[in-house]
């Protein structure tokens, strides 16, 4: 299922279900169903959903494309040629429109090439909204994974962290002005819209997790993202 940004009704909201509660698949079922008015794409992080059933995840794709938004495997594929694609082989099974991929082992090309063959969508870590990541600012491999991604990619992480100066998310937006934005870091992590909706307007998907699921009420929670997004 293709990204739209922004949605019909405006939304770049992308809900972030990254749940350890042991209930956690009828808690995703449940936020779905009470977002989706307000959402534009959802994120399951899979570090969290390892020992899941396949049926399991096939159902929470099928409840998201049910509201015609599409929901991305946050992977983070590093690996070598066969085993990516066996990966994305999994994800794209499992229902899934997007993957992340990290593209530190140097195979952005072959991975987005599987991905393409097999119909899912690759999103190519950039810059991450972690303070740990920002080594990669000062090495400048940003630059030649951002050039990459602009030719591979449909998509690209790039972190709201206080951190990305508006000077260097230009010269992002220059390096590589095709692939939408998923942007990581909204909500508890104190990431901040405002520069990157200066920058690359409304192509960016902000990422919100335990904004909202930690919340009593989701769908109040997921408005009031929305509202202060559009």
């Given at each position: 299922m293709k990204l739209k940004l922004p949605r019909d009704n405006g939304s770049n909201l992308c809900i972030g279900i990254d749940i350890i509660d042991p209930q956690k698949y009828s808690i995703s079922q449940q936020l779905i169903e009470e977002t989706h008015e307000y959402a534009a794409a959802y994120k399951l992080n899979m570090q969290f959903w390892h020992g899941t059933t396949p049926p399991q995840l096939h159902k929470l794709t099928e409840i998201a494309h049910s509201h015609q938004l599409p929901i991305i495997a946050d992977l983070k594929i590093s690996d070598i040629g066969s085993s990516n694609r066996a990966a994305l082989q999994a994800m794209a099974d499992f229902g899934?429109?997007?993957?992340?991929?990290?593209?530190?082992?140097?195979?952005?090309?072959?991975?987005?090439?599987?991905?393409?063959?097999?119909?899912?969508?690759?999103?190519?870590?950039?810059?991450?909204?972690?303070?740990?990541?920002?080594?990669?600012?000062?090495t400048g491999m940003w630059k030649i994974w951002a050039k990459e991604s602009n030719v591979y990619s449909q998509g690209i992480v790039v972190g709201a962290s206080t951190s990305y100066s508006q000077e260097i998310l230009s010269s992002m937006n220059e390096i590589c002005p095709k692939p939408f934005i998923l942007a990581p870091g909204i909500g508890a992590q104190g990431g901040s819209s405002e520069v990157l909706s200066q920058v690359f307007g409304r192509r960016v998907l902000y990422n919100v997790g335990r904004g909202i699921f930690q919340q009593r009420d989701f769908r109040k929670a997921a408005r009031e993202y929305f509202t202060s997004l559009v």
């Open positions: 899934f429109d997007y993957v992340t991929v990290s593209p530190f082992p140097g195979n952005l090309k072959e991975t987005s090439e599987n991905a393409r063959d097999i119909g899912i969508g690759v999103i190519n870590l950039v810059l991450m909204s972690n303070p740990e990541a920002h080594w990669i600012l000062n």
